[in-house]
């Protein structure tokens, strides 16, 4: 096989267990492999560390498996030479400059496809790694951007951002496979409504700005809360049902669901999400309602797909409407589908993707 067609992929965590990997690039290797090319992915973070990193306390464990991480991207400097695409998502490193980058790049001369779907360049504190917060290179981003081949972003707004530092940025839309695997239509003719929340637990904190107007909702309607997560959630509510979240039950438990939330904050960081949770309701035929932020403002289309919430009465209106109602149901979760599989599906972007290799 030719040194043009081999591409490596440097990322954070091991793969099948990221959706932010697993959605933006790792559902399009198999292709990547039809096409001629030879993928190789080399994480920093092993399964080990991968398990503990999000966690509370465990210092120890995690400075050693950061060490672990280091080492392996030293080791990795010497077989950058076999390929001629670097797929790199975020960063080499989860701290410190970007020193590698700069190897890869300017020494290897190497062409780096940098993906990014976040407001990464904003410093965020993470209560559970509080001390590696201090030492994360946030500035760092407008750096890779400026030295890579290409970047790839997951909306218009991160796109904006990387437009400043780099000529040839590319839209590359978080995308599901919506014939092998969100493939699934939720029933909406049932006795009882769910309404589902799906995400990881450093994100259910903007459970709190919904948690009014279902509490009220709950003192006219019974219903059931399905929070799907990698750990319980401490809600104020009644019904609450939490299932652990594993890649084998993550779209036969959220098509349980007859309504999908996705409430956010207005800030920098929220405006540069992509919309995710949105795309998992679509692509299963569940409506949803979300607060008017960033991408959300473009997913959603109101009344037709769903509806957008501001405060505590628009979200008990726009809830209160989709449990009475199951043919708008059907007929949202319908139109939220289609728009998926136009626009934010495997199949509709995937020649985009493998774009990005040329």
């Known amino acids: 096989m030719k040194n043009s067609k081999k591409i490596l ?51 120890l464990t995690k400075f050693t498996a950061i060490l672990r991480g280091f080492s392996k991207r030293f080791l990795l400097i010497f077989r950058i030479k076999k390929y001629s695409f670097i797929f790199l998502q975020r960063e080499v490193t989860p701290i410190g400059p970007p020193l590698f980058e700069w190897i ?3 020494l290897f001369k190497k062409k780096v496809i940098y993906d990014f779907d976040d407001a990464i360049w ?31 972003c997951g909306n218009e707004y991160l796109c904006n951002y990387a437009r400043q530092y780099n000529s040839n940025v590319v839209y590359n839309p978080t995308c599901v496979d919506t014939e092998r695997k969100h493939n699934v ?36 309607y019974d219903f059931d809360i399905k929070i799907i997560s990698n750990q319980p959630p401490t809600l104020d509510l009644q019904n609450v049902k939490y299932i652990e979240w594993s890649e084998e039950n993550e779209v036969t438990e959220l098509a349980t669901a007859q309504i999908g939330l996705m409430p956010l904050t207005y800030n920098e960081w929220d405006e540069g999400k992509c919309g995710f949770k949105l795309i998992q309701y679509f692509a299963l035929g569940i409506p949803a309602v ?37 043919s708008l149901r059907k ?19 995937t020649d985009n993707f493998i774009d990005l290799f040329s």
């Open 9 to 59: 992929m440097i990322v954070q965590y091991p793969e099948n267990v990221s959706p932010g990997q697993r959605f933006r690039f790792e559902l399009y290797k198999e292709l990547l492999k039809k096409k001629g090319f030879g993928v190789t992915t080399e994480s920093f973070l092993d399964q080990k560390g991968y398990e503990i990193i999000h966690k509370y306390g465990f210092f």
């Open 104 to 106: 890869i790049i300017k």
């Open 185 to 220: 239509l939720t029933n909406h003719d049932v006795d009882r409504i769910t309404v589902g929340w799906t995400g990881s637990f450093s994100t259910m904190v903007y459970l709190d700005i919904v948690q009014a107007a279902l509490r009220m909702l709950q003192e006219k």
């Open 290 to 326: 979300a607060s008017p932020v960033g991408v959300n403002k473009i997913i959603i289309e109101e009344g037709i797909n769903g509806y957008m919430a501001n405060s505590d009465m628009e979200w008990y209106n726009a809830i209160e409407k989709l449990i009475l109602d199951a």
């Open 331 to 349: 007929r949202m979760g319908m139109a939220g589908r289609n728009k998926i599989i136009d626009h934010y599906s495997l199949q509709s972007n």
């Open 122 to 152: 904003i410093r965020i504190v993470s209560k559970q790694n509080s001390l590696a917060t201090i030492v994360k290179n946030s500035g760092k981003v407008k750096k890779i951007c400026e030295w890579s081949y290409k970047v790839s």
